[in-house]
């Protein structure tokens, strides 16, 4: 597909070019173009040379036979760096023409000054244009479709035209521009004004959303690798084979892919409960070219805001959208905008699809809406910053913030909030494992010493759930967090017993739907879990996996993953030693590849042992001391296992086969076993470059990122 939006930068690294030079530059370039058959911007002398009758005029030229000529010849002329885009592409509107009425005067009187004082504004990042424009619209030749066209042109990331074209029109002297552009930027968050003004043009001619029109979802993980950021920079989605699942993933596959039509919204999530987009489908290669990796489908984003949605989305990579997808979208307030529009545009509405999956958890009731899930688990492999992420959740729970509002954050200044909040007891943390009882978090009977006389007493104990439980329901205008580390290792079943059904929200106090309560059995007080105390767990999936997890327990909470991220930011991708360099990024997504088909995903290594690493000393030690220890325990010390994930890199030695002289004609004994130990600590090869190198030197991909 041609880059829609090429002409973009091309038309502001222009604009800067002019803002730069001033009237003296303008004027001598565009007498230096070659304009063709028609010069009229020249006729009128320097006075005729304005800045918006300039790009105006330049503008007119896209649709005659002479565009080449002109655009190759600006592009010389003023020293445009950035290529040249595309002129014609069939189907596209690239920027609007003001046709015959083109430039900012009438031949006799000229507004210089004004136009020029209006561009100088309009090129900033952030304009202010509302009284030189007001002024515009007084001059005759001047209209709001012509002005507002022009101030596209000149900055298409921040103006949107108001003409027939897209459908978007004003009074002929309608002077509150930018209010107009403020209501038009809210129906579609997060977009571009030159997609904005794609969009409604292509609504209006073609007709590309209609009462047919379908819902379909995709999510960015692909093959354990995020492609959001490709989906948003090249406006398209896509799938990708498995290595060596080809034919079954096309099986699977094909019938959704080819669905999507021309007019169709694609919703985009990330997981279950990470929204990222809403797109239109404009053209769909699998449904016109086949199945194969270098189809796609090619979206306009309406809305490329990041949401946490409001709900589980229904399960699947690419498929039809059901009605989980739809109301998770839907009831999300960051997406209503679009739904508003497409119910606007069609009178399209969500239609009913199958049930959601008996494995969801029950939606939130009416009278409890949150913004943050009351019970959520952080799920993944070891290194993936589950427990770290606690600290940033807790926070925006406590403090009423999205996450996206504290990752520009400094993490000290979070980290003391959040300690001062667990000083106060509004967080409270504890980690299961194999010997923590219902006591221990709910309450029981302990044992106290009398120094006096030595004899033994009981006291009632309070655990750390009713604790917080209690002053939570004190301090109901204040939110509660209670952080379950290692929630899988504990026995769900004796450690909430009764009480696991209390931490739905339709069942904690405050719900007028099903309100509950239930009569302790130690103290025989009435115990219910209020509305402000939220339940954040932590499930280390090498240790455990979701599948046969406790079913009261999957049902209650939703389950947010957290994947290793090779290509993290704080990740070494040059650890430089004697001219040899290291890519910690690459190390580590190659040893992930290897361990995902060797064992499973589940049982990758996070990202975080490699954040500390930089330099040779430190990533040998990570090694020795972490990742080594960590492959044994995956394998069981199957070494020929961890040689393949080190890419048999000379870590792992192979000793000589077995000294037929140590045994006596035994049965038992297999003399071609092969043996394997690990490289002292001393050796040279934990301090080679080179033995690092060899993990990734095969299997990297063409784009240098995990496929």
């Known amino acids: 597909m041609k880059e829609i939006y090429s002409w973009v930068p091309w038309f ?147 103006f949107l035209p108001l003409d027939s074209f897209t459908g978007v029109l004003s009074e002929a002297r309608d002077p509150k521009y930018q209010s107009r552009l403020k209501e038009f930027k809210d129906a579609f968050p997060e977009c571009q004004p030159y997609e904005i003004n794609m969009f409604l043009y292509l609504q209006k001619a073609k007709k ?254 309070k655990g750390v759930f009713r604790e917080i439980a209690g002053q939570a329901r004190e301090d109901a205008n204040q939110n509660y967090v209670l952080i379950i580390d290692e929630i899988n290792r504990g026995n769900i079943a004796k450690i909430f017993a009764e009480l696991i059904t209390l931490i739905e929200p339709s069942k904690r106090i405050g719900s007028k739907k099903d309100e509950t309560t239930v009569t302790l059995p130690y103290s025989k007080k009435k115990f219910g879990v209020p509305s402000n105390l939220y339940i954040i767990g932590t499930m280390n999936t090498a240790d455990r996996s979701i599948a046969p997890l406790d079913t009261a327990l999957r049902r209650r909470f939703e389950f947010i993953e957290m994947m290793p991220k090779p290509y993290h930011d704080s990740i070494s991708k040059n650890i430089e030693v004697g001219g040899e360099v290291v890519n910690c990024q690459e190390l580590l997504a190659a040893m992930n590849k290897r361990i995902y088909f060797l064992f499973d995903r589940e049982h990758q290594i996070g990202h975080t042992y490699l954040l500390d690493v930089n330099d040779l000393e430190s990533l040998a030690a990570t090694f020795k001391n972490k990742i080594i220890p960590l492959l044994q325990e995956y394998f069981y010390d199957n070494w020929e296992k961890i040689d393949l994930v080190l890419n048999c890199n000379g870590f792992i030695d192979p000793q000589p086969s077995i000294d037929s002289n140590l045994f006596k004609n035994s049965e038992l004994i297999d003399e071609e076993r092969k043996i394997y130990e690990l490289l002292p600590d001393d050796d040279d090869k934990w301090k080679d470059p080179k033995s690092y190198q060899a993990i990734y030197a095969q299997g990297q991909s063409e784009t240098g990122e995990a496929g």
Not at 408 to 427: T, V
Request: include cysteine; charged fraction near 30%; hydrophobic fraction near 30%.
């Open 12 to 158: 502001r690294e222009l604009a800067r070019k002019i803002e730069e030079g001033g009237e003296a530059y303008l004027t001598e370039k565009a007498k230096q173009v070659e304009w063709g058959e028609d010069s009229s911007l020249l006729q009128q002398g320097d006075k005729g040379i304005d800045p918006f009758s300039f790009f105006s005029f330049l503008a007119s030229k896209s649709t005659t036979n002479q565009q080449e000529l002109v655009y190759n010849s600006v592009s010389r002329e003023f020293e445009i760096k950035i290529p040249l885009p595309d002129m014609y592409i069939e189907d596209y509107y690239l920027f609007p023409s003001s046709g015959y009425n083109i430039f900012f005067h009438d031949g006799t009187n000229f507004y210089s000054d004004l136009l020029w004082r209006l561009f100088r504004e309009a090129i900033k990042d952030n304009p202010n244009i509302d009284l030189d424009f007001k002024k515009a619209l007084d001059i005759k030749e001047i209209g709001v479709a012509k002005l507002t066209q022009t101030l596209f042109l000149i900055n298409p990331k921040y």
């Open 208 to 461: 590309i959303i209609n009462a047919e029109s379908k819902f379909f979802q995709i999510d960015t993980i692909i093959d354990r690798s995020d492609y959001w950021d490709d989906f948003k920079k090249n406006n398209w989605v896509y799938t990708t084979r498995r290595p060596g699942a080809w034919e079954v993933l096309w099986v699977e596959r094909k019938y959704h892919l080819t669905k999507p039509k021309r007019g169709d919204i694609i919703l985009v999530r990330t997981g279950r409960q990470r929204g990222r987009a809403v797109g239109i489908v404009q053209r769909n290669d699998y449904d016109e070219s086949g199945l194969n990796e270098n189809s796609r489908i090619h979206v306009l984003w309406i809305n490329k805001s990041e949401a946490q949605l409001f709900g589980f989305t229904d399960r699947g990579g690419f498929n039809e959208a059901g009605p989980g997808t739809c109301s998770a979208f839907k009831k999300t307030d960051g997406y209503k905008p679009s739904f508003d529009l497409i119910n606007s545009l069609t009178g399209n509405s969500i239609q009913n699809g199958p049930e959601p999956d008996i494995d969801d958890p029950p939606p939130k009731t009416d009278t409890l809406e949150y913004s943050h899930s009351l019970n959520q688990i952080l799920y993944g492999p070891p290194g993936t910053g589950k427990t770290y992420n606690t600290v940033n959740y807790a926070v925006a729970i406590i403090e009423g913030k999205s996450l996206d509002e504290l990752e520009g954050e400094d993490r000290e200044e979070i980290k003391q909030r959040f300690d001062k909040l667990k000083e106060k007891g509004q967080i409270e943390m504890v980690t299961f494992h194999q010997n923590f009882t219902y006591e221990d978090f709910i309450e029981g009977i302990r044992p106290v010493l009398d120094d006096e006389d030595r004899d033994i007493e009981y006291e009632l104990h």
